[in-house]
């Protein structure tokens, strides 16, 4: 294949061989010499006061170096764990250190470390810790957590509220005065637990003397990492490297700074030796943050021909017992909760609230599965109330392609998109009239078959800097330095940092089509701090749009460079020089040429460049795009549930995705596949449960279901492709949008189903024993 066909080529992921041979390296497979373990001793409380933790016997067992607790440590920390202020400002928090020291708030809190020769000897000594309690009352609901006489977690703040604020725009009043339809339903976002394949790691390796810092981290932000182990521990950035290996899955689950980083750090440098800590899975249900935890209470002013006139929207946070990194991240669903959709007003309220449950963080898609959820509910409730097709309602308010760039209520402007087009493609694909039919017909018979639409709008590409800067406190450039050595291959350093996503290949892939080398000449350096510029890291779908185009533009002025060179060399004109598929010549004249490997040599000796010129071909860029990406799609699922069971069978799942200019579009295809599989985790299977005694009821993956191949359909994919304007490469996000749409289709589908037992919403996830009572509520009679 040409080189210069590389961008939209399916070749295959260069990453995948050492995987899945069982030669990656994880944090857990890397050599140390001396490494010593580490083990967190976790709070077994929800809430409690700390009395006394006795370590004696604890420090008598085999193998065990050192034993610290909260009280030990807490002068060794410069500062508490970040919180960002995406996009509330307002919110009240308190500081949260790395261990508890007097109070714990949540079961698997740490509040002890234990160090030992080996795992095994580390865990057997934790098991010989005492911690004495004294209980507290938990409160694990958010709207108990405000009442006057709940239990206050954080005494500093004299409540559970951590914000109640507002957000709107247009006349709402005005909405529902004209309204001849309202409509008012609670609506389920349930906690979940990202079930990364592999567990979080830390390896911290401390030197005494040069006072430095390596550690290697199953991360997905190494870059925000470093910054904020310099500053809680008090080391100098400078002397601080951390370095992301494989990373198996993050899916948001990485994408904070934790205390285990911070503590495993701090370990090493009290000992002076090398460190590992290795994540259980229990620990890991527990201690990782969970995703999701959401109420939305939605009311909905409509006229009779569908049309929405705008909402009035609460949406409920389960913050959890702190306010994590990124923990209000998920009120960006109210910003984006219109959708796709041209609404005349919308009144919202973000309400905070901590419990004595684990905090929570993103989880893939953070904010935009929950805004996507509610905007198709609603459209499927307007079409209940008012005795329309789904497809219809949503043809009614759906932005045209004729109105874009739309500038929404919230004043995000989208970049392109005919979501009609895409809305009706998708149906067409579908066959959306024929699965009409045949409901009908199988509802005479006694079978229920539901047909479920979500037309979604993902907003991507964290972030331009006005209103990144001014919704998080930071702006979040793309990255790239392009490099071409002497023997002209290629060396491509990115600011992302991969957990499966496929940048070594697609991004490879842009330098091959840029500079004409095969790819197989690029090698793509991510994850390590110590390598290139700082970089801000893998979340919100924003690689490919920010630091693919980064290299992009790195590898284009790196033509530039070789271009003029090349002229120098043939002795003609700059502008008569032209560079294709890996080597330049003069108009006219391709026979005379020099490769870029001539070149490259070139460009390391002085006397074979242009008077004036600096030697080297390498460019680094820093890529502020003028807007966010926004990319879309419309997802249809054909379900059929068992009166007899509530089973719920997925016949048929089309996915009709538009994330623009597609550099792979394999890669896009998996991405798209593990995203619809995680969407219906959450709508079928998945369910964080706390008792009220603040106890995880769901700690092992015995309790807590996830779906297996077996499960999930064969996932019939379409597209469309709009590039965006706003990055040269025309590339939107695809990473999350899968999860996205899948979580409503497969619900719209479901309550689809169940509409001649007279039900309108169900909440998720729709387990089969709920929707075996929501069919038999009145004696198996149709409402």
Not at 307 to 331: E, I, K, N, P
Not at 415 to 434: H, K, N, P, T
Not at 480 to 503: D, E
Not at 754 to 780: C, E, I, T, Y
């Amino acid at each position: 294949m040409a080189v210069s066909q590389m961008i939209g080529a399916s070749i295959k992921r260069r990453e995948d061989p050492q995987l899945v041979t069982g030669s990656g390296r994880f944090v857990d497979d890397l050599p140390q010499n001396a490494v010593l373990h580490l083990h967190v001793v976790r709070s077994s409380e929800p809430h409690a006061r700390i009395l006394a933790i006795d370590t004696i016997r604890a420090k008598e067992a085999d193998g065990v170096v050192a034993i610290f607790t909260g009280k030990e440590l807490r002068e060794e920390f410069q500062a508490p764990l970040p919180v960002t202020v995406t996009f509330v400002p307002e919110k009240a928090y308190p500081e949260q250190y790395p261990i508890a020291t007097d109070k714990v708030h949540y079961v698997g809190e740490p509040v002890a470390l234990v160090v030992a020769l080996s795992r095994a000897a580390a865990q057997d000594a934790a098991e010989r810790i005492e911690v004495r309690y004294q209980a507290l009352p938990a409160v694990t609901d958010v709207e108990k957590a405000i009442q006057k006489d709940a239990p206050v977690i954080h005494e500093s703040l004299g409540s559970n509220l951590s914000y109640d604020v507002k957000r709107a725009g247009g006349d709402i009043e005005a909405a529902f005065k004209e309204a001849e339809v309202t409509i008012s339903q609670r609506l389920q976002q349930q906690r979940l637990i990202p079930i990364a394949i592999e567990t979080r790691g830390v390896v911290a390796d401390y030197k005494p003397f040069a006072n430095s810092l390596t550690l290697w981290s199953s991360t997905q932000i190494p870059h925000f990492v470093k910054v904020w182990l310099a500053v809680i521990l008090g080391i100098p950035e400078s002397q601080v490297r951390v370095i992301a290996p494989d990373v198996g899955g993050g899916f948001g689950s990485k994408i904070r700074v934790f205390p285990e980083e911070v503590l495993t750090a701090l370990a090493s440098r009290r000992l002076g030796r090398p460190v590992k800590w290795i994540e259980d899975r229990e620990e890991n249900m527990r201690a990782t943050h969970h995703g999701r935890s959401q109420i939305w209470d939605v009311e909905i002013a409509a006229k009779r021909d569908g049309t929405v006139l705008g909402l009035r929207l609460t949406q409920w946070l389960d913050l959890g017992a702190y306010c994590s990194q990124f923990g209000t991240f998920m009120s960006l669903g109210l910003l984006v909760a219109p959708g796709p959709y041209r609404l005349a007003a919308i009144d919202g309220r973000l309400v905070g609230v901590f419990t004595n449950r684990t905090p929570t963080d993103a989880y893939r898609g953070a904010g935009r599965p929950e805004a996507t959820y509610v905007i198709e509910r609603v459209m499927d409730l307007v079409a209940q109330e008012t005795g329309m097709d789904p497809a219809d309602v949503r043809r009614r308010n759906l932005v045209t392609g004729a109105e874009q760039p739309y500038t929404s209520l919230f004043g995000f402007t989208f970049d392109s998109g005919d979501y009609v087009a895409g809305l009706e493609r998708a149906l067409q694909v579908a066959g959306y009239d024929d699965l009409r039919r045949r409901q009908s017909e199988a509802r005479k018979q006694g079978r229920y078959l539901g047909i479920g639409l979500a037309s979604y709008l993902e907003i991507c590409g964290l972030g331009p800097a006005a209103p990144t800067q001014a919704n998080t406190g930071v702006s979040l450039w793309g990255m790239g330095v392009v490099r071409l050595h002497f023997t002209g291959k290629a060396t491509a350093i990115t600011g992302s940092s991969p957990h499966g996503q496929g940048h070594e290949t697609t991004f490879a892939q842009v330098v091959s089509a840029v500079l004409g080398i095969p790819v197989a000449d690029v090698d793509v350096v991510h994850g390590d701090t110590g390598i290139g510029p700082m970089g801000m890291n893998t979340y919100g779908s924003r690689s490919t749009a920010l630091d693919a185009s980064a290299v992009h533009i790195s590898a284009t002025r790196v033509r530039e460079k070789a271009r003029k060179i090349a002229a120098h060399l043939l002795e003609a004109a700059e502008d008569d020089v032209v560079y294709e598929d890996g080597k330049a010549f003069v108009k006219g004249s391709p026979a005379k040429s020099v490769t870029i490997q001539e070149l490259a040599m070139a460009a390391f000796q002085t006397n074979r460049l242009p008077a004036g010129m600096e030697g080297g071909l390498e460019a680094t860029t820093f890529f502020d795009p003028t807007n966010f990406v926004w990319p879309f799609g419309t997802h249809v699922a054909v379900v059929e549930v068992d009166p007899e069971t509530g089973k719920v069978s997925i016949e048929r799942y089309v996915a009709l995705d538009d994330c623009g200019t597609r550099i792979n579009p394999m890669v896009v295809d998996g991405q798209i596949h593990g995203g619809i599989a995680q969407g219906i985790g959450q709508a079928l299977f998945e369910e964080g449960v706390y008792g009220e005694d603040g106890q995880l009821r769901t700690g092992t993956l015995v309790d807590y279901l996830v779906p297996s191949a077996a499960d999930l359909p064969f996932f019939q994919l379409e597209e469309t492709i709009t590039p965006s304007p706003v990055n040269p490469l025309g590339a939107k996000g695809i990473g999350e949008a899968g999860t996205i749409a899948s979580t409503a289709a497969l619900m719209n589908a479901v309550v689809d189903a169940l509409q001649p037992f007279g039900v309108k919403d169900v909440p998720m996830p729709a387990s089969p024993a709920k929707l075996w009572q929501l069919m038999h509520r009145n004696g198996g009679r149709k409402g």
